[in-house]
């Protein structure tokens, strides 16, 4: 059921930007994107979401392509408290408007 | 504001038993949803209830079912366990189901069914 496509792992280094790619090329105009992130024995944690612009909050921006099938989630200084699986979701009206969880972004934060 | 808990935190059972997991809501949510979550995965949804009512279901058995009460606290029941139960329960709630709502989620609930 997971309609997103991300990279298994990806590495950034101590207070450098992180930019986390998702694709998503079977998104219907009323889907929205959304991004979580699971810190280790935790449960998900909100970070971020949006339809067509590109949000900007207190954890990070939200960058939508113009046609809607990718997106990216910037992460502008990443932190070692930045380490964790980041899902991007679907969430999609002509299912429910369930969250479909795919297996995420491991990523590492080198000190 | 009250976050969403779970309880118990760790839970062991056998194969054939029947478990019970519990979740409250944050405060002013309407609408509670499971996940099943297995090792080195990404949550699995179960069911969502909104006003007391199951609004969706995800690929999961009917030994798997959920009640939601009046508080909108909520129940998940598993029947006749299996091995392959084994995983961290999730609940997470939202004040409305709509797609750009936003879910918050509990802490988890690890179940080990031997």
């Known amino acids: 059921d997971a309609k997103t496509t991300q990279p298994n792992s990806m590495e950034s280094n101590e207070e450098e930007p992180v930019h986390l790619p998702c694709n998503h090329s079977?998104?219907?105009?009323?889907?929205?994107i959304h991004w979580y992130r699971q810190l280790p024995s935790q449960g998900p944690e909100y970070v971020i979401h949006?339809?067509?612009s590109n949000v900007n909050n207190r954890m990070a921006s939200l960058a939508i392509a113009e046609d809607r099938k990718s997106s990216t989630l910037i992460l502008h200084r990443a932190t070692l408290r930045d380490a964790a699986v980041y899902y991007c979701i679907l969430r999609e009206m002509n299912t429910g408007n369930q969250f479909y969880f795919g297996t995420g972004t491991s990523l590492t934060v080198i000190p | 504001e009250t976050g969403v808990t779970q309880s118990p935190t760790h839970l062991i059972k056998t194969r054939g038993q029947q478990v019970t997991l519990r979740c409250s809501s944050q405060s002013g949510h309407n609408t509670v949803s499971w996940y099943q979550q297995a090792l080195g995965q990404g949550p699995q949804f179960i069911f969502q209830?909104?006003?007391?009512?199951?609004?969706g279901r995800g690929n999961f058995p009917p030994r798997f079912s959920g009640l939601q009460f009046p508080n909108y606290s909520s129940e998940l029941n598993v029947n006749a366990l299996e091995l392959d139960d084994s995983a961290l329960y999730l609940c997470?709630?939202?004040?409305?189901?709509?797609?750009?709502?936003?879910?918050?989620f509990g802490p988890g609930t690890r179940l080990t069914v031997l």
């Open positions: 079977t998104i219907s105009g009323t889907d929205y």
């Open positions: 209830y909104y006003r007391e009512e199951e609004n």
């Open positions: 997470a709630s939202s004040s409305q189901g709509g797609p750009g709502s936003t879910q918050y």
């Open positions: 949006g339809l067509t």
